[in-house]
Every structure is written in C-alpha cells, then in structure tokens.
C-alpha cells in the first residue's frame, strides 16, 4: 500500500530542496529516492531556485543562517513579500525572490544579520550590503573580548522581556547578535542552576 504523504514531510520537502541531494533527503523521510523524485515532479519543485531564480523559506533561512520560523514570521508579520504556488493537490508552497528580500532588508536592516550572509550567496545582491556586512563585522570584532557588566545582564533581560530580538538588542547596546544570544543563554543557564540548588 502506497504511503500517503504527510504535511511535515511535504514541508520539509519544500524547506530542502536545493540545499540537500534528493537522496539526503528520502534518506532523512525515509522514503525511497524515486518516491521523492516522483513526488517533486508531481509538485513542480525540483530544482526551483535553478529555474525560477526563487527560493523557499527555509533556503532563504538557511543563507542568512537563521531559524526557518523566524524567516517565516517575517512574512507574515513584517511585510516580506513573497508568492504562493498552488499544485497539483491544491497545496501552497510559499517563495521569495531575491531581489524582493534585499528591498525588505534594506528597509528592516535590524533584523538581518547581514555578516552571516557570504558574499554573492543571493542573487541580485545590492551594493549596499557589502557595506552592511562590514558594520555587523565591525561591531562583534569590537565587542568581542569586552566582558558583560551586571548593568548590561539587567538590560538585556528588560529588553528581551518587552520582545525585542536578538539582533534589536545588539544594535542597541552595540554587540553582536550572537553575543546577545549567547549572554541571555548563559544567564538563564545560571538562573536555573541556582534555583535547583536553592530548592533541591
């Protein structure tokens, strides 16, 4: 009996194509090669950024070295424009064209964390982002060996508490994103620690 296709598996059908082999990819569902061959045929997905200059989310997450759930979050609450396909099965897959993001990313620069992405990686790149990448670079090799004051660990459990992000915060108090990530992880690390040996 034929196994019907789930939605997680034909979300992460959509999520990796172009970036893993079709065989990394059966092996990862499961699934034999030719049932995914088949299934991307049937769905018009194979090689989509190769024909179309498109990419999905998760390709698009994966160049910015971002969580594919927050790529998403930006198009459904931060105007990242982007397209839906409708297929065979009446399921719709969602893409972004390149030169649609770098104008979003031009206008939401706080969100991006532009030295995470290599040169040249999503085509047509602006000139302007070069110049980005130089900054985000500039600033985490400036601040990486300068230790946290217990001034800076209240504000940044303040402001992650009225929901800025990680790289709003970094921009705010002039480290990287991933310093701030890391900080708030290890402070909340040692949070719990002292709360289990306070309460055993």
């Known amino acids: 009996m034929r196994k019907v296709w789930s939605d997680d598996e034909l979300l992460f059908l959509e999520d990796n194509i172009g970036m893993y082999k079709v065989s990394t990819i059966a092996q990862k569902l499961e699934r034999s090669y030719e049932s995914v061959r088949v299934k991307m045929t049937r769905l018009k997905l194979s090689n989509t950024r190769q024909h179309t200059g498109l990419v999905t989310i998760g390709e698009l997450a994966a160049i910015l070295k971002e ?32 030169t649609d ?51 800076e660990d ?13 790289k709003e915060i970094g921009m705010l108090m002039n480290r990287s994103a991933i310093s701030i ?6 402070i909340h690390a040692r949070q719990a620690s002292h709360a289990e040996s306070v309460n055993p």
């Open 67 to 98: 969580d594919r759930a927050i790529v998403r979050g930006w198009t459904k609450k931060h105007g990242l424009p982007f397209s839906q396909k409708i297929t065979r099965q009446s399921r719709k897959f969602c893409f972004i064209d390149p």
């Open 154 to 166: 209240h504000r940044l459990l303040e402001l992650r508490s009225q929901g800025y992000k990680y």
């Open 101 to 151: 993001f770098w104008n979003w990313a031009a206008l939401h620069k706080e969100k991006v964390q532009f030295s995470n992405i290599e040169p040249q990686t999503l085509l047509p790149e602006p000139d302007w982002v070069a110049e980005e990448r130089t900054k985000d670079k500039c600033i985490t090799k400036r601040r990486t060996y300068q230790t946290w004051t217990t001034k």
């Open 181 to 186: 990530e890391r900080r708030y992880k290890r």
